[in-house]
């Protein structure tokens, strides 16, 4: 059964005014607990439309990459702050993430890890965007099995998917800038 059923038979339980057997008293807490299910999950319904339309027009390009929904792209641009020039380059931003690499080498290995640092919320966001392609993105799974084929392990392919999607959102939130030429001084 759904359980969008399962709440709802619960909600319509048949209850006495005061519960008088333990049994009475579950069937109390039982029906209580599927109306505020229901109640909460029609104010998550309100909260993500009202969501939906400010994501989409402060970084339209954001809500295109693939796996971003409105809840990841609030999050990402909530990281980003409101200066987002600040950040200078996507590996500022995948720093600023925790996800940026960092060398767990141990003798002839060389391995890296994910920088346990910065905003765990964007990075928790990259996660889901990185669960959401490793599902469905055809691409993300064809470079998996590649990588698997190599003998990389899955948290090690997940670090470098991360990384691919933070760049990605950096592009998508800040366009390409046109470099400034540095000015050299002239000395006499």
């Known amino acids: 059964m759904h359980k969008l059923h399962l709440i709802a038979a619960c909600a319509d339980l048949a209850t006495p005014g005061i ?84 060398e767990a080498s141990s003798g002839k290995t060389v391995r890296h890890r994910l920088n346990r640092g910065g905003n765990r919320d964007a990075n928790r966001a990259l996660h889901v965007i990185c669960v959401v392609r490793l599902r469905r993105h055809q691409p993300t799974r064809d470079y998996l099995a590649c990588r698997m ?12 998917i991360k990384r691919y999607i933070a760049r990605e959102v950096y592009h998508a939130v800040l366009p390409t800038r046109q470099e400034i030429p540095t000015q050299t001084i002239a000395t006499t």
């Not at 299910?37 to 990459?65: F, N, S």
């Open 19 to 102: 519960a008088c057997t333990q049994a009475e008293a579950v069937s109390v807490a039982v029906k209580s607990l599927a109306a505020r299910c229901l109640a909460l999950d029609a104010e998550a319904k309100t909260l993500d439309t009202q969501i939906e339309a400010p994501t989409a027009h402060a970084c339209p390009a954001l809500r295109q990459v693939y796996g971003v929904g409105p809840d990841t792209a609030a999050t990402l641009l909530v990281a980003l702050g409101d200066n987002p020039e600040r950040i200078g380059s996507d590996a500022a931003f995948a720093k600023l993430c925790g996800v940026s690499p960092i």
């Open 149 to 160: 084929g190599e003998g990389r392990t899955k948290p090690e392919i997940m670090r470098c």
